[in-house]
């Protein structure tokens, strides 16, 4: 999983806190991808981003959630008010601009507890 | 929802060849097979991806049928370290980059 970093790898936080989980994508790529992974299940899409631009949201949540991918800085996902179902591990992939089959990588993901 | 099955478990003894299968029946002719693999506590590690060629590279091959309707990944000879779930995943290509769609994979134990 080299280039694609995450930060924190762990977040403890308690109900109704809000949590913020960074992304740093493979110098160079532009297109930044989040799914969530909840225990014992797949990965599931959230939201895909360009610089500056949320191009698809559909798999996140209307409440709570937000995303951004910043023209300078990381990608952040902020989840807002955040509750025990929110207990997941979230993972950020890049892509390079180009044809549309270069492939995703995948950071090791932040692990977000809720207590 | 994914568009492939794949079988939910596979053994494979270290230094055999493991390999894994995919059936998706209902692929497109833009639609292109990829293979990740997510090993406990990491993120998904890309392997391979195709079209309708077989291919491959230093981690893998990918033979897709002529039909395009199921492929297998083949890892030539496995190690412990290759123990993890493989995701074998269909993805539109085109001008733009579309999702991931992650099934439940192929949970893959290589067995000294």
């Known amino acids: 999983n080299a280039g694609v970093m995450q930060n924190p790898r762990h977040l403890v936080r308690r109900r109704g806190q809000e949590a913020r989980l960074r992304c740093s994508p493979v110098?160079?790529?532009?297109?930044v991808y989040w799914y969530r992974q909840l225990p014992e299940e797949g990965l599931k899409f959230m939201v895909y981003?360009?610089?500056?631009?949320?191009?698809?949201e559909s798999g996140m949540p209307k409440e709570r959630f937000s995303a951004e991918f910043p023209k300078e800085g990381p990608s952040i996902l902020r989840i807002q008010q955040v509750v025990r179902g929110d207990s997941a591990a979230y993972f950020c992939a890049s892509s390079p601009v180009g044809e549309g089959n270069q492939p995703q990588h995948f950071g090791d993901g932040t692990r977000l507890s809720i207590l | 929802d994914a568009k492939t099955t794949q079988p939910p478990s596979m053994d494979c003894a270290e230094g055999r060849a493991a390999n894994l299968p995919c059936n998706h029946s209902t692929i497109s002719g833009n639609e292109y097979v990829y293979w990740y693999r997510q090993i406990h506590s990491q993120g998904p590690q890309y392997i391979i991806h195709g079209l309708k060629n077989n291919e491959t590279n230093e981690m893998a091959s990918l033979i897709i049928t002529e039909d395009r309707k199921s492929s297998t990944l083949i890892l030539p000879h496995a190690t412990l370290r290759d123990t993890a779930v493989y995701y074998c995943i269909v993805r539109v290509a085109g001008s733009g980059n579309t999702p991931l769609v992650f099934g439940k994979g192929t949970r893959l134990s290589v067995i000294a």
């Open positions: 110098k160079g790529h532009s297109h």
């Open positions: 981003l360009q610089k500056e631009n949320i191009i698809d």
